[in-house]
C-alpha cells in the first residue's frame, strides 16, 4: 500500500490513540480541538492510571501514543522505554523544555517524534497521522543496504558500521540520516528533506535537533576512521551531502 493509499485509509478510518498527559487544561484542549472527528483518543493522567494500558494488550489496539515527559509521578521517557521493550507503536513526546540534545536523545530511545509546548493540537494531530502512516509503509524498505561512507561499511539493515575488526551500533534516527544521505550519494541534501525523511517532521530553522544527529554520525564514524568522517559534508546554505570521493 503506498503512502498516499495509506493517509486516505486513515482519514477515512480514523486513529486510536493514547494521551497521556497530566495537566487537565492542556488534556481538555486537546480534546475539544484535536480536529479530526474520526480519530478516537483515550487520556490517562500520570505514570501510575498508564501502566495496565503500556503493559497490557490493549496497546496494541492503539495506533500512536501521545506522552508527556514530565509527569507527577514519573516522567515519559520511562513509558517510553517501557513502550519499546515490547511495542513498535509510533509514540510522539511533548514537553514544555528541552534542548537539541534531549530531543536527540528521547528519539534515539524511540520517540518517532518530539513536539514542543505550546503547540497547535492541528499540528499535533498531523504530526500523529504522519509517522503512523510513516511507520506503516516502512517494512517494504526492508530490503538490506550496505554500502561505503570513505573506508567505513554501513549496514542500515544491521544499523552497524565497521571498519576492521571493530563495529559501532546505530540508532534508528542515525541510520534513516544516513541511509537518505546515501540515497542522493553526491547531491546536496536541504534540511527540510532530511527532517521530512529522516525525522518525519517539518524543519524549524531553530530547532538543531538534524545538527546534533550529523556530529554524533561524524564522531561515531570518525572514532573507527578519521579520514572517512569528512565524507559527510556540510552544503552551506543548504544542509548536508554525503560524498563518495
Known sequence: MSLLEIDKKI????????????????????RLAWPVKTDRLRFTANYKQSLGLIHGAELRFFDGA???INLPDGDGLTILREIRSHSSIPVILISGTGSPDSRANAMDLGADDYVMKPFHVRELQARMA??????AVRPKSRRRATFLTGNV???LQ???ISFGESETSLTDTEARILGYLYQNLNQSCSRSMLYKHALFRPYNPEDKTLDVYISRLRKKIG?????SAEFIQTARGAGYR???A
Open 153 to 155: 561499511v554501513c549496514d
Open 223 to 227: 572514532e573507527l576512521d578519521k579520514a
Open 242 to 244: 554525503l560524498s563518495e
Open 66 to 68: 501521545i506522552i508527556d
Open 158 to 160: 544491521r544499523r552497524t
Open 130 to 135: 504522519r509517522v503512523v502512516a510513516a511507520r
Open 11 to 30: 482519514a477515512a478510518e480514523g486513529l486510536d490513540v493514547l494521551v497521556i498527559e497530566d495537566d487537565p487544561l492542556i488534556a481538555k484542549t486537546i
